[in-house]
């Protein structure tokens, strides 16, 4: 048990849609990451929340947004779902400048 | 580019050693990790590497080389729970993790 909540575990959506996903992070960590992970290949780095702002990003489009409120919880929110968008979303808390990541058990996003 | 490469499957027979290898190109190094995930479960942290050498810790011990590029996750005394994907992660300049597709690991009794 890492102390990093995901929800929901599993979620079905069709193409168009949005989804919203929701972390909870390890106590006394201020650095959320978001991941997509597809089936057989590493994690993508998505994008890093420290304090509230977005701390890095990578290759993905703007519909893929995030949030992070005062308690350190994070939202990552996908506007315009495609097919390609089914993965498993990985969540992972860190203090910052510490490089150990501690991840959730992930959402599973299937996009028919 | 940015480039993590290792095996894609490996097999071996419970009791015996394995060894995985990894070879990185990144846009600068800040450490090199690697990651245990078993089927639709979260990755966990096995180990972290950022000088030359070898890192001891019980069964597993991780192995970097940073003039070649290179690093090993060493598995001994193979377990059957051992079973699973390894991921190398390479920390970039910007405090990045750039992942391999992992390799997955199968033992057999």
């Known amino acids: 048990e890492t102390g990093v909540t995901q929800s929901p575990t599993h979620l079905i959506k069709t193409r168009g849609q949005q989804v919203t996903l929701r972390c909870s992070s390890q106590?006394?960590?201020?650095?959320v990451s978001w991941y997509q992970q597809a089936l057989g290949q590493g994690p993508q780095f998505i994008f890093q929340?420290?304090?509230?702002?977005?701390?890095g990003r990578g290759n993905f489009p703007p519909r893929f947004s995030g949030l992070q409120f005062p308690n350190y919880s994070s939202e990552l929110n996908v506007n315009a779902l495609e097919l390609d968008d089914s993965a498993l979303y990985l969540c992972?808390?860190?203090?910052?400048?510490?490089?150990?990541?501690?991840f959730g058990s992930g959402t599973q996003l299937s996009v028919l | 580019g940015q480039n993590i490469d290792q095996p894609t499957e490996m097999t071996a027979t419970e009791g015996a050693i394995v060894q995985i290898n990894c070879t990185y190109q990144?846009?600068?190094?800040?450490?090199l990790f690697w990651y245990q995930q078993h089927a639709a479960e979260a990755p966990t942290f096995l180990s972290y590497?950022?000088l030359d050498g070898l890192e001891e810790k019980g069964r597993f011990s991780s192995f970097l080389s940073r003039s070649k590029g290179y690093s090993y996750l060493l598995l001994k005394e193979l377990q059957m729970k051992d079973s699973a994907s390894y991921l190398c992660?390479?920390?970039?300049?910007?405090?990045?993790?750039?992942w391999g597709a992992g390799t997955k690991l199968i033992i057999k009794p």
């Open positions: 929340y420290y304090r509230e702002e977005e701390n």
């Open positions: 990144t846009s600068g190094f800040n450490g």
């Open positions: 992660a390479s920390l970039d300049s910007n405090y990045q993790l750039i």
């Open positions: 590497n950022v």
């Open positions: 992972a808390s860190s203090v910052y400048n510490n490089e150990k990541l501690f």
């Open positions: 106590s006394g960590h201020n650095t």
